[in-house]
Structures are given as structure tokens and as C-alpha cells.
């Protein structure tokens, strides 16, 4: 069974500074990983998705790479505002079937 | 617009009823999902379904139900069975093709469902 790990589950940065989001897995048998944000109350976001035979995923100021063999992602999102505070979740694809982390909410502080 | 609707955005439950939540897409995808969502978990897979009058069970789908009689729509009824129904409920999604690795999940914004 796919295990998702996201570390830490919660973390707050000044404005300006870059963050830096984990995410792990257990099984590397994946087609893809997508990364969302969820605002509190709402529904996720689509961020990025990176297909399983590629290495990093940029849109804006945000990249995200995928190092399969050994079961991470890493979220990067540069010059943070008070506008990137929310919940970021990871999730990895197997078919039709994704499996979700618990996610990490960024306070990012003004 | 394209996209997932659900509703209604906040449902209240007696005990021992049945409630539907309500999800359609109209963004022409195969694949749909139901969710739940509980505080300081991740999503964990109700149900999903592949194609018109096909669903499969996810991880969790005791004391839930599902049909998929239009492709546009996925409703969830929540049923009496289900002993701990208070969480978020999420409705998803995708293209659906199978062994394509660009297939992106879709979401709405969610029904928060309380039971009193």
C-alpha cells in the first residue's frame, strides 16, 4: 500500500523568503505526482503535476522535482507572500487512483 | 465555465438518515472520484468510477453508496451505516485514460456534512 508523507506538517516563513515543501513515498511504481493547494474551507487546486518520467515541473514560482528512486518530491516556491499561505498537499497517481498526504500549511508572515 | 460543482457547500445530518451530495463536472472526463477528508489526514478514496454505470469501491466505501448513470454527474449518498460521517467530502475528476501518465485530478470545493 502507497504511504505519502509530507514534512512538517506545518511551517511559517517571512515574507520574501523562498519555501521548501517535502514530500515522500513508498512505493516509486507511480505515473505521476501532482501538487495542490487548499485554501481553509475549500477544495484543492491543481499546482503542478510532473509525470513519472520527468525530473522537475516549473510554473511562475513554483518548480517541483521528483527523484522516483528514492520516493521524493520537493515543492519550491520563491519570494513567498502572504498570498501563498494555505494547506499544500501531494499526491501520487497509480492509474485512476491518487494517494494523498496530509499536507503542509504555509503562514506566511508579512 | 468548465468545471466540478458541488452541493450544496454545507449539509446537516439527523441520526439515521440518508443524505445525497450532489458533484457534476462539465468538463467531459471519463473518470470520477469521491473523497473524504478528515483534520490532519490525508484524502482517503470513497469511490470511484471509470466510465458510465461502472464504480469501484475505494478504501472506505462502507456505509456509502454511489451511481453513475450520466457521465456528467457522481452522486454520493451517505447512509445510515455509516457511523462517523462528519468530514469533508471531495469530488474529483480526470481524463481518465488509462496508463497515460499526464492524467491531471480535477476538484470542487467541497460539502462540509455535520451530523446533529
Known amino acids: 500500500k502507497q504511504e505519502v508523507t509530507q514534512i512538517p506538517a506545518a511551517l511559517s516563513v517571512p515574507e520574501g523568503e523562498n519555501l521548501v515543501l517535502n514530500c515522500s513515498f513508498t512505493d516509486s511504481a507511480i505515473y505521476n505526482l501532482q501538487w495542490f493547494r487548499q485554501d481553509p474551507g475549500k477544495g484543492l487546486t491543481s499546482l503542478l503535476l510532473i509525470q513519472s518520467s520527468q525530473r522537475e515541473q516549473t510554473s511562475g514560482r513554483l518548480n517541483a522535482s521528483l527523484d522516483k528512486s528514492s520516493g521524493r518530491s520537493t515543492l519550491y516556491i520563491a519570494a513567498s507572500q502572504p498570498g501563498d499561505s494555505a494547506t499544500y498537499l501531494c499526491a501520487v497517481g497509480l492509474g485512476y487512483k491518487l494517494s494523498f498526504g496530509a499536507g503542509t500549511t504555509v503562514t506566511v508572515r508579512a | 465555465d468548465g468545471g466540478i460543482t458541488q452541493s450544496p457547500k454545507y449539509l446537516f445530518r439527523k441520526e439515521g438518515q440518508n443524505v445525497t451530495l450532489s458533484c457534476e463536472q462539465n468538463?467531459?472526463?471519463?473518470?470520477m472520484y469521491w473523497y473524504r477528508q478528515d483534520p490532519g489526514q490525508g484524502l482517503r478514496l470513497i469511490y470511484y468510477?471509470?466510465?458510465?454505470?461502472?464504480?469501484q469501491k475505494g478504501d472506505i466505501a462502507e456505509g456509502y453508496s454511489v451511481s453513475r448513470e450520466k457521465k456528467e454527474s457522481f452522486p454520493l449518498t451517505v447512509t445510515s451505516a455509516q457511523k462517523n460521517p462528519t468530514a469533508f467530502y471531495l469530488c474529483a475528476s480526470s481524463p481518465g485514460v488509462p496508463g497515460h501518465s499526464n492524467t491531471e485530478a480535477f476538484f470542487g470545493q467541497g460539502t462540509r456534512l455535520t451530523v446533529v
Open positions: 468510477s471509470q466510465i458510465v454505470n461502472d464504480f
Open positions: 468538463l467531459n472526463h471519463d473518470a
